[in-house]
Every structure is written in structure tokens, then in C-alpha cells.
């Protein structure tokens, strides 16, 4: 999830000439991807399943998933080993930067429009059919719910076609668990997710078992990026072209001073773990106005302080996480919750943020623990987490359903066992913290 669903109302009018423009006209159109398939470095997943019988011999089981609870349409086919066999996406990302934000009808009109294509495509490049497969995982929640409920028809029917049970996957536990297809990540482990949409932290212990120890407040650490990249105008610089807020102010922090303007710190006197990027967010807009007019920038000029407004706002949004992840290391401590040789898992499509990483790198050897991230192809929404999420649910024989007419989506739907009121009863004091 990239980019914070535009909430603005539009008639009916506007939709109508919005998706004209998206849907057949040449500027606005959405990327098409497919990867070259992968193998997993992990071979020590225990295979539960017989292998099929055939005439030309043994095969392992195989797992469709379908990926559309935002502005990506994925689809992918993995094994139980974590080799990636077949894999297509299709990024609505250019659209809806051109557009200022996610429209959800536009998002679901482009899913529609894609879906059977993308499906497809994962398929042909796994040389296999429906019948060669064990199960379709396919998201159901959380999401935008336009886009949710094309996925889900789309499963549907494949499902009432081959006979295949479907497996509903939790689009977060999908991105908590991602990594463990790559390299091996024994539960329990302590999962930070940043994207466009959410920001948690939490504790996995079982595929389908988390503690919530906090979540977001307001606004998502993503959305902060897209409107503070949106007040910049870095859209405007040709260096920027097509890429997400995100990904523009990662590239002009890269030439800029994280220390050049003091951002407030929020949130520092509540001990919790919970997230907060409203503050953040008004601080950089009061701060681009300010050099905009103290620079006498032209409306479509980009401000000549970009790149130093940019770092400084990163290392603020770094701060903050920072932060929360060092009062969860404390709490899982006192509450043994994690292992003496504990991990961290950082997910989600902010996570892909080579800056924020190297960040909570630091916060990771101060409390000596083990920091894993996925690549950053897989750090973004895509079918390869849907249809891991869904082998290992396979894997445990948990999760499959043949009801097809009961299952539907949930739009909002937390993650997990919220435990975060006993967070905030440990009232832990932090230590002062150093970032490089």
C-alpha cells in the first residue's frame, strides 16, 4: 500500500470522465510486471503434503495467490520450499500519482480491468493450470473494499471452476510472514509493519498467532510521505517522474542534511507503542510553506531546500519509529515474550526505505537483535506474500474453506490479540537514544 486512499468526494460526473482518461487514454495507464521467478534459499520447510503423483514423476504442492487490497494487482504461484514459480503484477502506482491519491473506483475499475491478464500471466510462467495446483490464497482483509471484492470474485471463481479450496489471507500476517519463505525466522519474532495504510508493531508466534503491542493513532507513516512529497511538488522533477512519494523523498534525502531543520518529537511522555504521523505530516507542510515564501519559490517551482526538507523529514519519521521499537524490545524482554536470540522483521512498503533501515539497524544492535528485511521487490504488495501466507496455512491444514458462498471481505480488521494496554501498564522509561 503506497499511497492513503483520496477521500474527497467526487460526483459521478468526474468518476465517469476519470475513468475514461485512466482506462483508455495514453498518459494514465498503470505498469505492468512480470519478474523472473526465484528460488528460495530456505530448504528446511518440513513438506506436510505428499507430493502429487504423476506420469512423469513427483511434484511439490503449489499455492496460487491473488493480491488486490489497494493499488497493486498480483498474482504468483509458489511452492512449499519458497521457490517462486510464476509471478505478475500490475502497479496502478503512475496513475494515482497523477491523479494526487487513490480514488477507490478508479483502483477497482484497473483491478477489474487486469486481473484476468495478471492471473494469467503467473500461471503461463509457472507452466502449470488450475488443476495443477493445491489452493488459492487470496486477500480478504484489511483493504480498500472495492478492490478487496475483486480479488475475491476473481478467486471465487477460479475456485467454483477447479474445485480448489480457497484460503482468505490477512494482508499483514502476509507481509509479517514473507520473509520466512526467503531465509529461516523461527517463532516467536517481533514484526515492525510500515506502509501506506498501517504501522504496528507486534510479536508473531505462529502463522496465524500475533500480540499486538502497538498500532497507528492517525496517519500511516506512508501517507506522510505521499503528502509530504505531494506539498514539495517533487512530482515536478524530472528525476521524480513516476515514482511514489516515498521512493522521490528517499532520493532527494539522499543529497540532503537529516539535521538541517528540527522537526518536533511526538508521543515522547506516553509509554505505549502505538504511532503517530499526524505531527509529523503538519510539521512538514508548516515547514514548506515557510521556505517557499522565505525563498520566494514559484507555485510549480519545487523549493531549492527540498533535499534537506526531505532528510530532515526522514530522520524525524526514523526518530519516531525508533522509539516505539525500542519500548517493544523492552516489554518483550520483561515479559519474555521473545527468545535470548531474538529477530526482528521489518515489512511493508516504507520498509523498503534503504535510510529507515539502516535506522532501525542501529536500534537493533543496541538491544543485540538479529534485523531481517525481505528484498524490497517483496516489501511492496505483490502475490508472492498471498500465496507463501496461504502454502503455510496449507502446510498446518489450518485456514482452508470450500464455502464459498460465506466468505467475504473485512475491510478493517486488526491484526492479532491487542495486548498494548499492558504495554502502557509496564510504563517503561527508555534510555536516550543515538541514531548516526
Not at 509493519?193 to 500480540?211: K, M, N, P, Q, T
Not at 515489512?347 to 534485523?371: F, H, K, T
Request: charged share 20%.
Amino acid at each position: 500500500m503506497r499511497l492513503q486512499p483520496f477521500l474527497g468526494r467526487i460526483s459521478y460526473c468526474r468518476y465517469l470522465y476519470l475513468k475514461r482518461k485512466v482506462l483508455t487514454g495514453p498518459k494514465l495507464t498503470s505498469n505492468y510486471v512480470s519478474r523472473a521467478c526465484f528460488c528460495s534459499s530456505r530448504h528446511d520447510v518440513p513438506n506436510k503434503l505428499e507430493h502429487r503423483s504423476g506420469s512423469e514423476g513427483s511434484f511439490r504442492p503449489l499455492v496460487l495467490g491473488i493480491e488486490t487490497s489497494c493499488d497493486d494487482t498480483g498474482a504468483a504461484v509458489v511452492d512449499d520450499h519458497g521457490n517462486v514459480v510464476g509471478d505478475a503484477l500490475n502497479s496502478q502506482t503512475k496513475t494515482h500519482v497523477e491523479l494526487g491519491g487513490i480514488i477507490p473506483p478508479i483502483a477497482r475499475d484497473l483491478h477489474q480491468k487486469n486481473i484476468d491478464s495478471v492471473v494469467t500471466q503467473a500461471l503461463e510462467l509457472a507452466i502449470v493450470n488450475l488443476q495443477d495446483l493445491d489452493a488459492i490464497a487470496v486477500t480478504v482483509k484489511p483493504g480498500l473494499a472495492l478492490s478487496l471484492r475483486v480479488g475475491l470474485q476473481h478467486a471465487k471463481m477460479l475456485a467454483q471452476q477447479s474445485g480448489l479450496p480457497l484460503i482468505p489471507i490477512h494482508h499483514m500476517e502476509a507481509h509479517a510472514l514473507t520473509t520466512r519463505m526467503i531465509e529461516r525466522v523461527d517463532f516467536p519474532f517481533l514484526v515492525l509493519l510500515a506502509s501506506g495504510g498501517h504501522c504496528l508493531l507486534a510479536v508473531a508466534r505462529d502463522v496465524s498467532d500475533f500480540l499486538l503491542l502497538g498500532t497507528g493513532l492517525d496517519d500511516s507513516p506512508g501517507d506522510a510521505f505521499d503528502k509530504t512529497a505531494r506539498q514539495l511538488k517533487l512530482k515536478n522533477l524530472p528525476e521524480c517522474e513516476g515514482l511514489s512519494g516515498g521512493a522521490a523523498i528517499e532520493l532527494l534525502a539522499k543529497g540532503g542534511n537529516p539535521r538541517a531543520f528540527p522537526f518536533p518529537q511526538v508521543m515522547t511522555q506516553l509509554p505505549d507503542c502505538h504511532f503517530s504521523f499526524s505531527g509529523v505530516k503538519f510539521a512538514a507542510k508548516k515547514l514548506i510553506e515557510a521556505e517557499e515564501a522565505r525563498l520566494n519559490t514559484s507555485p510549480s517551482s519545487v523549493v531549492s531546500s527540498a533535499p534537506d526538507i526531505c532528510a530532515s523529514f526522514q530522520y524525524a519519521v526514523l526518530h519516531h519509529i525508533a522509539r516505539r521499537l525500542q519500548r517493544a524490545f523492552l516489554f518483550c524482554e520483561l515479559t519474555n515474550l521473545l527468545p535470548k536470540d531474538k529477530t526482528l522483521v521489518v515489512s511493508g512498503g516504507v520498509a523498503s526505505n534503504s535510510y529507515l533501515r539502516s535506522g532501525l539497524q542501529q536500534v537493533c544492535e543496541m538491544n543485540s537483535c538479529n534485523l531481517v528485511c525481505p528484498p524490497p521487490h517483496l516489501c511492496t504488495d505483490n502475490g508472492i506474500m498471498i500465496a507463501w501466507n496461504g502454502m503455510e496455512k496449507l502446510l498446518q491444514g489450518t485456514g482452508c474453506t470450500h464455502d464459498l458462498e460465506t466468505l467475504d471481505i473485512e475491510p478493517r480488521c486488526p491484526l492479532g490479540r491487542d495486548i498494548s494496554q499492558e504495554v502502557i501498564a509496564a510504563a517503561i522509561k527508555l534510555p536516550r537514544l543515538k541514531l548516526r
